[in-house]
């Protein structure tokens, strides 16, 4: 699921907020997979806080850049 969700995000990259060059959108998408890891490793102790946190972490980081 992420393989394919990747290839369709990679398929579609001229529609969002990637066109401002592949290093600023390696360096944006890098810091949000980042925080989404740091919250997963502070709520490791509650796997479905930290999953939840961390899908939600990935999901509005990256909405927010593309659409900004």
């Known amino acids: ?24 959108a390696t360096i944006g998408t890098g810091a949000v997979l980042l ?3 740091l919250l997963w490793l502070a709520l490791h102790r509650n796997r479905p806080a930290a999953v939840a946190a961390a899908g939600l972490t990935c999901a509005l980081g990256i909405a927010w850049l593309a659409f900004h």
Not at 4 to 13: E, G, I, K, T
């Open 35 to 37: 925080t989404a890891a």
């Open 1 to 24: 699921m992420r393989i394919a969700w990747f290839a369709w995000l990679v398929q579609h990259v001229d529609e969002f907020g990637y066109d401002d060059g592949p290093l600023r």
